[in-house]
């Protein structure tokens, strides 16, 4: 049976380490590190992963606030906002909570926020440092996974890894992540063909679709590591992840439950992103 990656503990080992960083950085600076996040509209997810970072960040000694505007919120107004929180010098972290309103545009409104603020790593100018193995701001969920293989030992080098998913916020990231660590790298997605095959060929499985129990646990190769990262509700209001739990959990040697896995570790990140920019920023 695999052992599960318990993404709370994790991620609460991490905040600990932000917290240390940010009263480090408060005695040092004369103020926390500041997050500030822009939320549009009344998205009742988006209502709950708000408050979730808020509360994480303030515990975590992390200073801001959250800018709740009305869904009709036009796209200057909104860039007058970036604009101002970009310019303002106390403020190290800018989030704009996705996606907008279908009248705004995602990619325009992350392309106005400063990368050097960028703590989601979603700016093209993050993008393209990542790509080129560079150091920057890098998106809060692939980097999240990539703790969690080191967290259980899990070296990325020479392994194959099998990527579901090809999304700009975790699909691409995490595959220049572990290519980066030096596995070979397949990406799938909706178009590939013989997916089971190319599952049950991986080393390291990470599944971003967002369909229930798509892998199955038969797929999954002996002793292989499953970060599911897919978060799915169920008719019964119940979660589930794009893998098959059960069915995984007898053929992997380690794989992270959803809920309890991958989502907390994205908060954790987004942490440790802000006091990263912090001190970039004040260095
Ligand atoms: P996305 O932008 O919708 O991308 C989904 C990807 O899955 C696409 O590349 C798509 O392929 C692929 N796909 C769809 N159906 C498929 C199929 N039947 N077989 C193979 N591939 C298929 O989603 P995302 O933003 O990456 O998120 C993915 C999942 O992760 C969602 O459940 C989301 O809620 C979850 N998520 C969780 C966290 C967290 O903190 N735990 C954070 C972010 C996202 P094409 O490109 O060909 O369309």
């Known amino acids: 049976m695999a052992e599960l990656i318990d993404g709370k503990a ?28 822009v939320l549009v509209g009344e998205d009742p997810a988006s209502q709950v992963y708000v408050r979730n970072k808020q509360r994480a960040a303030g515990k975590a000694g ?32 800018i ?5 907008l309103p279908d009248h705004l545009d995602d990619q325009t409104i992350v392309d106005a926020i400063d990368p050097e603020k960028d703590v989601d790593g979603l700016h093209p100018f993050n993008a393209g440092l990542l790509f080129v193995g560079r150091h920057g701001l890098r998106p809060c969920t692939p980097s999240g996974c990539m703790r969690m293989l080191e967290h259980v030992g899990c070296n990325p080098k ?3 890894a099998l990527v579901l998913g090809r999304s700009t916020l975790v699909g691409k990231p995490i595959a220049l992540m572990l290519l980066e660590k030096h596995a070979t790298v397949t990406i799938a997605h909706s178009r590939t063909e013989d997916l089971a095959e190319r599952v049950g060929e991986a080393d390291i499985v990470v599944a971003a679709v967002g369909r229930a129990e798509l892998v199955q646990g038969d797929w999954i190769k002996k002793g292989a590591v499953v970060i599911d990262v897919g978060i799915n509700r169920l008719e019964d ?3 589930t ?25 994205t908060i954790a990140m ?5 006091v990263d920019a912090a001190e970039a920023r004040t260095r």
């Open 62 to 93: 992390i200073a801001g606030e959250v800018h709740r505007l009305p869904a009709e919120t036009t796209e200057a107004d909104l860039l007058a906002l970036i604009a101002e929180l970009n310019a303002a010098p106390g403020i190290d972290g």
């Open 270 to 274: 987004l942490l440790s992103n802000t």
């Open 237 to 239: 209001g119940s979660l």
């Open 10 to 37: 994790l991620a609460k080992e991490v905040r600990a380490e932000v917290k240390t960083r940010a009263e480090a950085f408060a005695a040092k600076h004369g103020r926390a590190p500041g997050l500030h996040v």
């Open 241 to 265: 992840g794009d893998v098959d739990f059960g069915g995984a959990s007898k053929h992997a040697s380690y794989i992270t439950p959803v809920p309890g896995g991958v989502g907390p570790m």
């Open 158 to 160: 020479g392994k194959r």
């Open 95 to 99: 989030l704009v909570q996705l996606p």
